[in-house]
């Protein structure tokens, strides 16, 4: 019999999030619980329960918000009952407010707070409350997507600083994620330039090509993976 896997992914409304979720209803072994801050308005997730061959679960995550938080991981427990694990938990949500012009001494500290708060706290906070389903799970994989911004190896200059600074600190935290379970997989993933709201259009990669590597990624990762800093493609990148 195929093995089924249950997925939990953040920001599922739009770009990345939406086009994961899109790819992985195509199986019949998969259960995708899509979290977004606002189901009533994601009409481009909902629509995909039209023709899911997996089974699609909405669920309302703010993931900035820790009440939002606490609150999504009540409703989860109703929708998988006590028993039910997470296999996979992607912490896609993210927030670019800084863009080419911001740098270190050029930037909003109210930009900086909320960058920090969606792309670092919240999804420490994410994987702190979801904790009791990913040890259920079979595979206990956490995925952060990270950026290649986040490479101070990579040196990509002096702009982009505010949300470059929070997708290192997202990168530290994978790290810590997992030295402190080493029974999970946990890595962090930079889906590449892409076109979506945060990308733009003049990005090099469609959503499905990035998608599709992500997810390959994703399945066949293997305790050598958790603690990694890796692109799309599987190549591993300089902190
Ligand atoms: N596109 C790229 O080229 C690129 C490159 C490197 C890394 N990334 C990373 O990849 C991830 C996905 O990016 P994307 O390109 O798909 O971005 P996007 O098109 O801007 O979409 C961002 C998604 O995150 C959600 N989100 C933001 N804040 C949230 C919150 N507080 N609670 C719940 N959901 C929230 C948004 O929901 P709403 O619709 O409710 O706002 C939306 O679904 C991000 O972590 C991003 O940093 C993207």
């Known amino acids: 019999m195929t093995e089924s896997y249950t997925w ?4 599922t409304s739009r770009g990345l999030g939406l086009e994961i979720v899109r790819q992985l209803l195509q199986s019949p072994t998969n259960t995708v619980i899509a979290a977004c801050r606002a189901p009533e308005k994601a009409s481009s997730l909902q629509s995909l329960k039209n023709d899911a061959k997996g089974f ?3 669920l309302e995550m703010d993931t900035s918000n820790e009440e939002s938080i606490e609150a999504s991981a009540t ?4 929708i998988l009952g006590v028993k039910g694990g997470v296999d996979y938990l992607i912490n896609n949500a993210g927030l670019l407010e ?3 012009s911001v740098t270190a001494f050029n930037f909003s500290a109210s930009s900086l707070r909320r960058e920090l708060e969606t792309n670092v706290v919240g999804h420490a906070i994410v994987a702190k409350t979801y904790l009791p389903f990913v040890e259920k799970g079979k ?5 952060n997507m990270t950026s290649g911004l986040a490479s101070i190896g990579s040196d990509s200059g002096a702009t982009y600083a505010t949300y470059s600074l929070s997708k290192t600190a997202l990168n530290m ?3 810590k994620q997992a030295k402190a379970r080493p029974d999970f997989i946990c890595f962090c993933v930079d889906p590449g330039w892409v076109k979506t709201d945060m990308g733009g259009k003049d990005a090099l990669l469609e959503p499905h090509e990035s998608v599709s590597h992500i997810l390959k990624l994703v399945t066949n990762a293997t305790s050598e993976s958790s603690g990694q800093f890796l692109r799309y493609d599987g190549k591993v990148l300089p902190w």
């Open 139 to 143: 595979r206990k994989i956490i995925v």
């Open 98 to 100: 800084g863009g080419h």
């Open 56 to 58: 699609l679960h909405v």
């Open 173 to 175: 935290l994978t790290t």
């Open 8 to 11: 939990l992914i953040t920001g």
């Open 75 to 78: 409703r989860l427990k109703d």
